[in-house]
């Protein structure tokens, strides 16, 4: 599968704000805690601010990468739970090594700053997954498919016809979105309000539409097997009977098997028909 690789750059944007919010939780210990003067209160601050946000900033805008490289929302957030509570650990440790070696105010013995480590890694955690979780891309492009996709939303419902139909799937690729004929898509999985597109080439994208909005502006070729997939009747290889009336479905591409859902026997029985 070939996605863009993960960006730094365009994190370097809140490097401001991350030095601010170091200052600012500096003076804070400064006026609590006088044993160290102000410019080491803030200079400690401001690196675990940096270790701490510039890193988390960094995985939530890669947000797109991310959900692309992980099959489940549960292994995602398993790694991200890992991740973020490391992060808060990790500044700890480097805090305690500049109070004890840069300044002097103690000696330093590794792994020894006992709840802070719980502590911080329990405020990256909150961070992390808010910035993850609630961040959305803010590039002309992406706002203009979310334009399109409210327009075509908001339109009057009416019989689906030629005039109607999607002939083109726009996709994420970082902050490109690229046009993907519907030919060449195999089928769509449901995440959140949008949908991954599984393309003949192996390739797993991203795009702004819903499995309800797709459903009633794919044409007839595709098929909703269920809450979670519409697939292409083109691409389906074989349908094998698996377990309480659902079905296996095989493609031609060499892409992993599905399994459709009870409530969409009569679909499955009309494809086999087809066949």
């Known amino acids: 599968m070939t996605t863009s690789p993960i960006s730094i750059k365009k994190a370097n944007r809140f490097l401001p704000h991350i030095l601010f919010v170091g200052i600012g939780i500096g003076t804070a210990n400064y006026i609590m805690n006088g044993n160290l003067n102000w410019i ?32 489940s929302k549960i ?35 590794p792994f020894s700053s006992g709840k802070m480590y719980v502590f911080n890694g329990i405020i990256a955690l909150i961070l992390g997954f808010s910035f993850f ?52 898509i195999v089928y769509f999985e449901a995440y959140d309000n949008y949908a991954f597109a599984y393309m003949v080439s192996g390739e797993k994208r991203l795009c702004d539409y819903s499995l309800a909005f797709l459903e009633k502006r794919l044409d007839e070729n595709f098929s909703r097997v269920h809450r979670k997939y519409i697939v292409h009747e083109s691409h389906i290889k074989k349908i094998k009977p698996h377990l309480n009336s659902r079905y296996i479905i095989e493609f031609d591409t060499g892409i992993d098997a599905i399994t459709s859902s009870k409530s969409y026997t009569t679909t499955i029985r009309r494809l086999i028909k087809i066949e």
Request: charged share 15%; no cysteine; net charge negative.
């Open 133 to 184: 979780l609630n961040y959305m891309p803010k590039n002309s492009t992406s706002n203009e498919s979310h334009e399109y996709l409210k327009r075509q939303e908001n339109e009057p419902q009416k019989p689906l016809d030629t005039k109607e139909t999607i002939t083109n799937i726009p996709v994420k690729q970082g902050e490109t979105i690229l046009l993907i004929p519907i030919t060449d």
């Open 75 to 109: 292994k995602l957030y398993l790694f991200l739970f890992s991740v973020f509570f490391l992060i808060g650990a990790l500044a700890t440790e480097v805090e305690h090594y500049i109070r004890s070696l840069i300044f002097q105010s103690q000696d330093f013995q």
């Open 40 to 71: 080491q209160w803030s200079i400690q601050s401001i690196v675990t601010s940096f270790l701490i946000g510039y890193i988390l900033i960094v995985i939530g805008l890669n947000k797109t990468w991310f959900t692309s490289h992980f099959t």
